[in-house]
């Protein structure tokens, strides 16, 4: 069973543009380190500095493990502490952010 976890971050002020000219270039690697982590899509929304993600991923805490030291994604954690507010080290145990609700 896939499971979708809801994520926020938020950027530094000012970073707006280069966080979308990254995103616009993900590395061919760190997109296979991704799928073969079990991600089966990962979205991003932006409202101003706030940026909330939705993952559908295998295994949520399985895929954070497998690309905590990977070295696709080592290089790009570090272009994207630049530009967030809070450095995601990967070394929690993070949940995303809890479902208060969803439509019957």
Not at 83 to 103: C, F, N, P, T
């Amino acid at each position: 069973m896939v499971e979708r976890i809801a994520l926020h971050t938020r950027l530094k002020p000012g970073t707006e543009e280069a966080y979308a000219d990254a995103h616009a270039h993900i590395p061919a690697e760190l997109v296979k380190a991704l799928k073969e982590a079990g991600v089966r899509n990962w979205r991003i929304w932006r409202s101003g500095l706030d940026l909330f993600h939705v993952v559908d991923v295998d295994n949520y805490q399985k895929m954070r493990h497998a690309l905590a030291d990977h070295p696709a994604n080592v290089p790009w954690q570090a272009s994207m502490a630049e530009l967030l507010e809070v450095q995601d080290d990967y070394s929690g145990e993070d949940a995303g952010i809890q479902k208060v609700w969803e439509l019957p």
